[in-house]
């Protein structure tokens, strides 16, 4: 018997792991199994706008991976869920494969997810005045040192930590919550060593 819930999270360096997600459609498939909690091969198709045989074919590869599973049939219907609640998907600094294949993944995420915010503001609802106070869009240029970074990542990775559990149990959310997304991108700058020296060169 199919267990009722997913476990909590997927942890993996994996390149094979990590290339069975460096597709767009999958990408596109595993959000959205994340959203309905689960939904048939048809039902992905159409939402996605896909054949059947398509989403098949890329459910049966992500639950290869290990990214999603069989949920509890519903007559003679065989859907598909997340296999996990939460993934994070690490490369192995000392692996390139892994850093590559992490990257490709983290490409199409980062795609989706501006796709998702440009909708967002151009969506006429959402000129609301209270989804403008919790709306908000910031970029920084910092100066850190590695280890500042890491703990800077750790700690943006956390700020979401007060909110766990209130989506797989709606009892959790208090009066008035509402559906929101967090996107966060922290990176070194490459090459800006070399533009710093440029930049600050005097001439004689």
């Known amino acids: 018997m199919t267990d009722p819930t997913p476990t909590t999270e997927l942890r993996t360096s994996d390149p094979a792991v990590l290339r069975a997600l460096a597709h767009p459609l999958r990408v596109e498939i595993l959000d959205l199994l994340d959203d309905l909690r ?70 199409l995420v980062i795609q989706r997810e501006a796709a998702r915010a440009v909708d967002h503001f151009a969506d006429p609802r959402a000129t609301d005045p209270a989804r403008v106070r919790t709306t908000m869009l910031s970029t920084q240029r910092l100066w850190a040192t590695p280890d500042e970074l890491e703990d800077l990542a750790a700690r943006l990775a956390g700020l979401a930590d007060a909110f766990v559990g209130r989506d797989e149990d709606p009892s959790l959310r208090p009066e008035g919550a509402v559906l929101a997304r967090f996107f966060g991108v922290l990176h ?17």
């Open 188 to 204: 070194p700058e490459i090459g800006a060593e070399a533009a710093e020296e440029v930049g600050g060169a005097t001439s004689s």
């Open 38 to 107: 689960e939904a048939t091969a048809s039902q992905v198709a159409e939402r996605t706008g896909q054949t059947v045989a398509n989403c098949s074919f890329h459910l049966r590869s992500l639950a290869k991976a290990g990214y999603v599973e069989r949920a509890e049939p519903r007559g003679r219907e065989k859907p598909w869920r997340p296999a996990h609640r939460s993934r994070r998907l690490e490369p192995d600094p000392a692996d390139t494969t892994s850093v590559r294949d992490a990257a490709a993944v983290a490409t």
